[in-house]
Each structure stands twice: as structure tokens, then as C-alpha cells.
């Protein structure tokens, strides 16, 4: 398998996934402004969207949205019960934090890093993402991870998120329990390697 990345991008949870799940994938590294990969191909032309992550499978299928793909690298792993298994409450519930993450953390994030966004706009940019973090933070006060005592792919999710935070001009030093399970995840060897392989 083929994973296209860019260093701290929204890719970082599927190499995270990945590194925790003991599926080897070949990184390949894209340049998000020229749009090519590290071997200068376009990259246009291997993903019309133009965007990472994208997981290339050996037979040539493809997946192309973050959520997905750590489900579907979890459920090749399924021993190391980074998900729920399919079926359960416990995978919807696990599939509505990534909806979550994904609509309401994720996306919310653009205007701020989108050079023509009108300065006026992005104090309240930043105020949705605080009330959306503020949620989080209850919720974390309830368990050592976010689906409970077990890491999980959403957690690298989350986590991929929280790094954005300090270059969006975004501080979340108020939320407590948001910042306890931010060092809890950044301390897991394979995340760190995750980081350190993109010179995080």
C-alpha cells in the first residue's frame, strides 16, 4: 500500500494508524503548493482532488478521506482494536466522533489557514473551534482516551487536529482534560514516530 502524505497535515492520522496498527504502507511525501510528490510527479494526476491523505491499495483501489482510511486500517488490524468492530453501537458511536472531528474540528480550521480570509472573520472562526473544544473537553473528563480506556483511531484524529491549533493563533490552554489527553497521545511511541518521520 501507498499512503500520500504532507508533514502535519490531516494525513498524519493515517500514518499514525498505520504505524499503530503494524501495516506497512510506503510513505510518499506530496508538496500541497506545487502539487507534486517527492519524486516530482503531479500529483493531480494520481488524486483529481488534489488533496492527501490518499491510501493507494497494491491492486490499485483507492480511498481518499481521512476518516475512511483509518477505519479501513484499523479493520485490517483488527487484534489491535484501534475501532470497534462493525456492527457494534460502539463503531457508530466511534464513526459520529469522526463525523465530528471531521465537519465540526476539521473543516472549521480552513478559513484560518486560507491566506484571502478577511482578517474580520477569523476571531470568529477561532470562537466556533473554542466551542467545539470546550464539548471535547467535557467529554474527555470521562475516560483516559476518547472512546474510553483504549486508543483509538479517533484519537488520532483528534490529535492530528489539536497540532493545528498553535499555528492558527488557537490557544486551548483552558481546556484541561483536552490538554492531559494531548500529552497522553503525543507520549505513544508510535505517534511519535509518526511525528518524527514528518520532521514534526
Request: with cysteine; hydrophobic share 40%; aromatic share 12%.
Amino acid at each position: 500500500m501507498k499512503l500520500y502524505y504532507s508533514p502535519g497535515d490531516c494525513s498524519l492520522s493515517p500514518h499514525i494508524v498505520a504505524l499503530e496498527s503494524g501495516i506497512a504502507c510506503e510513505m510518499i511525501r506530496v508538496d500541497l503548493k506545487s502539487h507534486t510528490t517527492q519524486s516530482g510527479d503531479d500529483f493531480y494526476s494520481i488524486n483529481p482532488l488534489g488533496y492527501v491523505p490518499l491510501l493507494v491499495l497494491d491492486n490499485g483501489q483507492t480511498l481518499r478521506e481521512g476518516a475512511a482510511i483509518i477505519q479501513y486500517l484499523a479493520d485490517l488490524a483488527q487484534e489491535k482494536e484501534l475501532i470497534p468492530p462493525a456492527g457494534t453501537f460502539a463503531r457508530y458511536q466511534a464513526q459520529e466522533w469522526l463525523n465530528f472531528i471531521a465537519t465540526e474540528i476539521h473543516k472549521s480550521f480552513a478559513p484560518l489557514f486560507t491566506p484571502t480570509t478577511p482578517e474580520a472573520y477569523k476571531p470568529v472562526a477561532r470562537q466556533q473551534l473554542l466551542k467545539r473544544y470546550r464539548w471535547v473537553d467535557r467529554q474527555l473528563k470521562h475516560g483516559f482516551y476518547t472512546m474510553g480506556e483504549t486508543f483509538s483511531v479517533v484519537d488520532a484524529y483528534l490529535f492530528t487536529t489539536v497540532g493545528w491549533a498553535q499555528h492558527a493563533g488557537l490557544d486551548l490552554s483552558e481546556f484541561t482534560h483536552l490538554q492531559a489527553w494531548s500529552q497522553r497521545i503525543a507520549s505513544r511511541p508510535q505517534v511519535q514516530a509518526a511525528m518524527k518521520a514528518e520532521g514534526l
